[in-house]
């Protein structure tokens, strides 16, 4: 079975980002892993069609550690997406990244650990398939080409981003302890998240281009003297943010180039993966 190509752009994030678009249809997609976290809505932008998933369902009824990450790529490639863009909230661990900067990373540290993070386990799935097993080069983690694009968009727009810089990605649901922050801190990483990997590696395995724009909504435990974080101050200054964010993610979506020349879609080049990709 084949699905109709419905957008080749991809952002995966909250509702804030095109609950305003005129004309979005909303796609529901099934996968072989699953549901995703929510129906994929469609529109055109810039004269792109992109596919927006609320990474956390609609309701942002979904936390971190539950999301269905492998259903969510899978289903941005099978509505045709190549391209993925993934903004994400993040804690600040370097005490120059405060509240409102926005990261673009170049690497990332997995310390998630209960999470499905690759297609080609060597088990067989619900549908009777068995992928092979492959190891994808994943060095660089983000494309080279989502990521220019994002850094031209913020400074098209006057908000100066951090070229580069090191996301760690935590399991959750809880935010780090001090130990853990500062730790994280020590070894010069630059934001901490929770739901930037496994996205990346997934979309590495199904051949995406993906990019990460991370906003800074508070200053990890390690790099503040206070208490701590809270949800509510979080949720405060990702609101705040969320108009420029938008709009650089739109600019973004607009700088992408129409035709790939990033090593991305060559990911399995060379691998047998065992089943076929949407
Ligand atoms: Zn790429």
């Not at 993934?86 to 405060?98: D, W």
């Not at 983690?141 to 031209?152: D, F, H, N």
């Not at 809880?174 to 998240?193: D, I, K, N, P, Y």
């Not at 995406?208 to 949720?235: I, K, P």
């Amino acid at each position: 079975m084949t699905t109709p190509a419905q957008a080749d752009i991809g952002v995966i994030g909250g509702s804030g980002f095109y609950s305003f678009l005129d004309d979005v249809t909303e796609v529901p997609v099934t996968t072989p892993y699953g549901e995703p976290s929510d129906a994929l809505f469609v529109g055109e932008l810039a004269g792109r069609r992109v596919a927006f998933l609320p990474r956390h369902g609609r309701d942002h009824t979904l936390h971190p550690h539950r999301i269905n990450y492998r259903a969510n790529l899978w289903a941005l490639r099978a509505a045709g997406v190549r391209q993925v863009l993934g903004p994400c909230a993040v804690g600040g661990l370097q005490e120059k990244y405060g509240p409102g900067t926005l990261v673009v990373p170049d690497q990332l540290v997995d310390r998630t650990r209960s999470r499905a993070q690759t297609y080609f386990d060597g088990e067989e799935r619900a549908d009777g398939q068995r992928p092979n097993v492959v190891h994808v080069t994943f060095a660089d983690p983000y494309c080279e080409t989502g990521r220019e694009a994002a850094l031209s968009a913020a400074r098209g727009r006057e908000w100066e981003p951090v070229d580069g810089g090191t996301m760690v990605v935590v399991e959750g649901p809880r935010f780090s302890t001090r130990a853990e922050s500062l730790w994280h801190a020590a070894q010069g990483w630059a934001v901490v998240g929770m739901t930037g990997h496994p996205e990346a590696v997934l979309a590495r395995e199904l051949g995406l281009c993906y990019s990460s724009l991370a906003l800074v909504t508070d200053l990890d435990a390690g790099a503040e003297t206070g208490e701590g974080v809270s949800h509510a101050e979080v949720l405060e200054v990702f609101r705040e943010n969320l108009g420029r964010l938008r709009t650089v993610l739109f600019d973004a979506v607009a700088a992408l180039p129409g035709t790939r020349s990033c090593g991305c879609a060559d990911s399995l080049a060379g691998f047998d993966p065992g089943i076929a990709l949407p």
